[in-house]
């Protein structure tokens, strides 16, 4: 397959489960809004941070090095080893989630039972939920390696949204049971989310004359089962020693993506109540980076480790594909430059209204609206970092990837010293600037790795990074009037002027898209052929 065609792909997968990605978020989003006003700050507290933390790390520590090196390198592979080595997912997330589940019984500060009652189920329920949905492992990246377009938008967005529907009905008639509640929810949404996957390859591996059922390697339901044969070995060791590699990078990594949530967890910086309000404002602020950057981050990667090989220089390898890389590299940063700084700029003066209408007082109030200001820059960075290291994991040779575990190393240890000091010092918007510094870090050090990999061509990806004046002057005129207009019309003043102020954001917002668009001619062209037309052929087909 030519690396236009792998494109073609990737940019389907990116752009077809968006709509639908959108529709199945507003309605999560209802139901959490509604969800919020029958609970204590305390619970929220719990849940989010504490619990989902044990969830969070069970999972990344068991599978994330595995989807990354079986989703990376040549399309001919022997799936039964991979698949096989899939599968040790599941006894490796049973070690995490029994050595987790003690810590967080036996080490952490355990919440007064009258406030927050059945704890110690909450934590082994969520552990257990883990491993549940580590079974569905080798199923997901057996769909993600051959870009099955919905599947894995429509599992995870109809878990979720049944997930918050279960939990509504049961806050509203059994508010008594506590943490029984988002237990039951949670082991049902890691069902519901298996489910789906096994039902959809049951499906298609049970009809021979389907299209997908003969590009798949595997012809039925157990030849996705563990298998071993004399004649080879269990797993393929090279994928073996490539998921070492990133598993010691997945373990930085992870303490650099969920770092606030440690801090807080075995720190103690925070009540449970201010961990609750900082995890919702978090939340609510990643919403577009769920939505938008990490489908397309998800997608290109797979785009880039097909076309780029690992342990190639760029001037060594086809340079239709390494032009190709080039160019989609430099469009992605593009529209992550843009949607960033769109969403920096009028989010500063829409946090307030956003949550007292998400939330109420419990969010309007107090610290809320200068953290969800705060991680408005902080979202920026993450569009930027992550279409960068989406580029640089997919291109990294072995070696790379083991010198670049040295600085991860060194950065996560620092982000954690000043995570502690920033809070010490400014409260919970102290995790945001450490994030915001990580963040800048790790930016750094994917943009010295792309301009050196293509340093010796003629290709320039990192154009993509810079706007013309016009555009950022339109972005400062439209900043200054929707902080003005914040001031006048918002929010005390009734609903009118909140609509007032609304449709002032809504005139800057077109003003300012409209500049992007006759300025990012050639931004508005990737958008239209690579996210446009495989829309079209899909209605064609």
Avoid at 497 to 511: D, E, M, N
Wanted: proline share 3%; aromatic share 12%; hydrophobic share 50%.
């Amino acid at each position: 397959m030519g690396s236009r065609e792998v494109l073609g792909q990737a940019a389907r997968l990116a752009s077809s489960g968006l709509l639908l990605q959108v529709l199945f978020r507003l309605i999560t989003f209802v139901l959490n809004a509604f969800i919020l006003r029958f609970l204590s700050k305390e619970i929220v507290g719990i849940v989010n941070v504490r619990l989902t933390l044990l969830y969070s790390t069970t999972l990344f520590l068991a599978r994330e090095a595995f989807r990354r090196a079986c989703l990376s390198g040549a399309a001919q592979r022997d799936w039964s080893q991979t698949l096989n080595l899939l599968w040790l997912t599941v006894p490796l997330g049973v070690f995490w989630s029994l050595f987790l589940g003690w810590v967080w019984l036996q080490l952490l500060e355990v919440p007064d039972p009258h406030v927050v009652p059945h704890y110690g189920t909450g934590v082994v329920v969520f552990g257990f939920s883990a491993v549940v949905e580590l079974l569905g492992e080798p199923f997901w990246v057996l769909a993600q390696a051959h870009m099955f377009v919905k599947l894995k938008v429509i599992a995870e967005s109809l878990s979720v949204i049944l997930k918050s529907v279960l939990t509504a009905l049961l806050v509203l008639w059994l508010p008594h049971w506590g943490l029984y509640i988002f237990s039951l929810a949670q082991l049902f949404y890691t069902t519901v989310l298996v489910l789906c996957y096994v039902i959809y390859f049951a499906k298609i591996l049970g009809s021979p004359e389907s299209a997908k059922q003969q590009a798949l390697p595997v012809s039925s339901m157990t030849d996705l089962l563990p298998s071993m044969t004399k004649s080879r070995a269990f797993v393929n060791w090279e994928e073996a020693k490539l998921t070492w590699s990133f598993f010691k990078q997945s373990f930085l990594k992870q303490i650099l993506t969920e770092g606030e949530r440690y801090v807080m967890t075995f720190l103690n910086v925070l009540n449970f109540g201010d961990q609750g309000v900082y995890d919702i404002v978090n939340n609510l602020g990643s919403l577009v980076a769920r939505l938008i950057f990490q489908p397309i981050e998800e997608s290109f990667y797979i785009f880039f480790a097909k076309v780029l090989e690992r342990e190639k220089d760029a001037t060594l390898q086809k340079q239709e594909d390494v032009a190709v890389a080039a160019a989609v590299l430099e469009s992605l940063l593009k529209l992550a430059l843009l949607t960033g700084l769109t969403i920096t700029v009028f989010g500063f003066a829409y946090s307030q209204l956003v949550l007292d209408i998400y939330g109420g007082v419990m969010l309007s109030s107090g610290s809320g609206p200068v953290l969800l200001r705060a991680y408005c820059l902080y979202v920026l960075l993450l569009a930027i970092n992550g279409v960068t290291e989406c580029f640089t994991f997919a291109a990294m040779s072995k070696e790379e990837v083991d010198r670049y575990n040295f600085t991860m190393l060194a950065l996560s240890s620092s982000f954690l010293m000043l995570s502690y000091v920033l809070t010490r010092w400014c409260g919970s918007v102290g995790f945001i600037l450490a994030n915001c510094f990580n963040m800048g870090i790790r930016i750094t050090q994917s943009l010295r790795f792309i301009y050196r990999y293509y340093r010796k061509s003629p290709h320039r990806p990192l154009a993509g990074l810079s706007l013309p004046p016009v555009l950022l002057g339109m972005f400062a005129v439209s900043g200054g009037i929707t902080a003005a207009s914040e001031v006048f019309l918002c929010c005390e003043w009734g609903w009118l002027a909140r609509l007032a102020h609304i449709a002032v954001g809504a005139l800057c917002l077109g003003v300012t898209l409209g500049t992007a668009f006759l300025t990012e001619t050639k931004l508005i062209h990737f958008l239209r052929t690579q996210l446009g037309v495989p829309r079209l052929a899909d209605k064609t087909t």
